[in-house]
């Protein structure tokens, strides 16, 4: 993503975080969201804010906690959905209270999102995002080329075509999936079903 989120919060301020948004690494919006600081406050950030990202660390932030913005509450998944929608689309995204509501439970990150507005969709609704979370997590972890993917059980000519990462891989999805390395056959076999 070309938007990277940054939630302040401290003590001394009332209602909440305030957001900061860094496109390209430039200084692009700050959000006061719920928070009710000062106007004496508000200076001070507008003051010390610095106006290129990598300075977010060398900042002398007083009481703050600056952090890049985590994927818990519903209200940062709706910011980082929104900065997302914005950098992909070109256009603002309402979201409407029912995405809101069913957000709170489904992941958002940045990686999610990437996948999920790259993957050539019409519809790039929260609602298209949470209907779609599975198959963009699985293409997250697995990839989108289906010929990259592991095969559901031990394939002998798969398995002695990987190298590497790859090969560690596969036999963790193996073991994932229910199957065992015989030793002495010096082969994988479906592990016994002992429930039974």
Same mark, same amino acid.
């Given at each position: 993503?070309? #938007? ?8 001394? @301020? %009332? ?6 948004? =860094?496109? $390209?690494?430039?200084?692009? %919006? ?13 200076? =001070? ?37 929104? &900065? ?7 256009? #603002?995204?309402?979201? #409407?209270?029912?995405? &809101?509501?069913? +957000? ?17 969709? $019409? ?5 298209? =995002?949470?209907?779609? +979370?599975?198959?963009?997590?699985? @293409? ?40 065992? =390395?015989?030793?002495?056959?010096? #082969?994988?076999?479906? &592990?016994?079903? $002992?429930?039974?």
């Amino acid at each position: 993503m070309k #938007t990277a989120i940054y939630k302040l919060t401290s003590k001394k @301020i %009332a209602g909440g975080a305030i957001y900061v948004s =860094y496109r $390209l690494g430039k200084l692009q %919006a700050l959000d006061l969201a719920d928070a009710q600081p000062t106007p004496e406050q508000v200076s =001070y950030l507008l003051m010390i804010l610095p106006p290129v990202e990598n300075a977010l660390q060398v900042t002398d932030w007083g009481s703050m906690v600056v952090v890049p913005i985590p994927e818990r509450t519903v209200k940062d998944k709706i910011k980082l959905f929104c &900065a997302a929608f914005k950098d992909y689309r070109k256009v #603002t995204y309402q979201p #409407t209270q029912t995405e &809101a509501s069913n +957000i709170r439970t489904v992941p958002v990150s940045q990686e999610l999102l990437t996948v999920f507005f790259e993957t050539g969709l $019409l519809d790039y609704s929260i609602r298209n =995002y949470i209907a779609r +979370i599975n198959t963009t997590r699985d @293409i997250l972890k697995n990839g989108r080329n289906i010929k990259e993917r592991f095969p559901a059980g031990y394939d002998r000519d798969f398995y002695n075509s990987l190298s590497g990462e790859r090969l560690v891989e596969y036999k963790r999805h193996l073991r994932d999936n229910g199957w065992v =390395y015989d030793g002495k056959l010096q #082969t994988w076999k479906e &592990a016994p079903n $002992l429930s039974r």
